[in-house]
């Protein structure tokens, strides 16, 4: 049975960073785009980053870049969102997704609607 499963989530200080993980079971993850997602109650999902696992290729939300980053280790089948410097606003529920490797242009991976295999999400509580 093909399936996500976020962990990693947690309670955080303003500043201060968490890692979640993204793995697969029941399929792998070599020939997908895998992204991550995040969603406030009330809120549309909004694109977070994506990770095309073939090549590697890799896109961050410019609003998050130098805080956020993105990899994978396809041995593991698993794929990572390193978050740094957490504010406030990434108080969240954070969802990983995976999609054919055809949905790996930037436009495509980081846009949630296009991603039909969804994890069930992982809360990320930023607090002092």
């Known amino acids: 049975q093909l399936q996500l499963v976020e962990s990693g989530g947690g309670v955080v200080q303003p500043g201060g960073s968490l890692r979640l993980s993204c793995a697969a079971s029941?399929?792998?993850?070599?020939?997908?785009?895998v992204g991550w997602s995040r969603q406030s109650p009330g809120k549309e999902r909004e694109g977070v980053s994506a990770i095309v696992m073939r090549d590697g290729g890799a896109y961050v939300h410019s609003c998050l870049r130098g805080r956020f980053t993105i990899s994978k280790d396809n041995a593991k089948n698993t794929v990572y969102l390193q978050m740094n410097s957490q504010k406030p606003e990434d108080q969240d529920v954070y969802y990983c997704?995976?999609?054919?490797?055809?949905?790996?242009?930037?436009?495509?991976?980081?846009?949630?609607?296009?991603?039909?295999?969804w994890g069930q999400g992982t809360q990320v509580t930023v607090s002092s």
């Open positions: 029941g399929f792998t993850l070599d020939d997908l785009t």
């Open positions: 997704a995976a999609e054919d490797w055809s949905l790996r242009y930037c436009n495509d991976s980081m846009s949630p609607s296009g991603y039909r295999h």
